[in-house]
């Protein structure tokens, strides 16, 4: 059974930082493309980050770009999402997703919320 826990969310004022953590198990992690997603209520999930199996690719949402930096460790089957100057519009359920083989993963989301 594929699990992702995420860790990290919270309360931060704006221009603060906050790193959020997800780690997988039963799932074959060296393989498996990674991700952050965020979803506010009655809007689609958008994509934050990804991040390619081997750390090489990253992609990000321009939003997001200078600000977020998504990484992993695959000792620790962990990915990160390292975020910078957070404004009050990032504000939102993080959601971390693995990609494996045509299937998409998802973990419970862990909730930042950015006072101004």
């Known amino acids: 059974q594929v699990q992702l826990v995420e860790s990290g969310g919270g309360l931060v004022q704006a221009g603060g930082s906050l790193r959020l953590s997800c780690a997988a198990s039963g799932i074959s992690f060296s393989i498996s493309a990674m991700g952050w997603y965020r979803q506010d209520p009655g809007k689609q999930r958008e994509l934050v980050a990804r991040?390619?199996?081997?750390?090489?690719?990253?992609n990000y949402a321009d939003s997001v770009k200078g600000r977020f930096t998504i990484s992993r460790d695959n000792a620790k089957r962990t990915v990160y999402l390292q975020m910078n100057t957070l404004k009050p519009e990032d504000t939102s359920l993080y959601y971390c997703?693995?990609?494996?083989?045509?299937?998409?993963?998802w973990g419970q989301g862990t909730q930042v919320t950015v006072s101004s």
């Open positions: 991040i390619s199996s081997s750390g090489a690719t990253t």
């Open positions: 997703y693995a990609s494996l083989n045509r299937r998409d993963y």
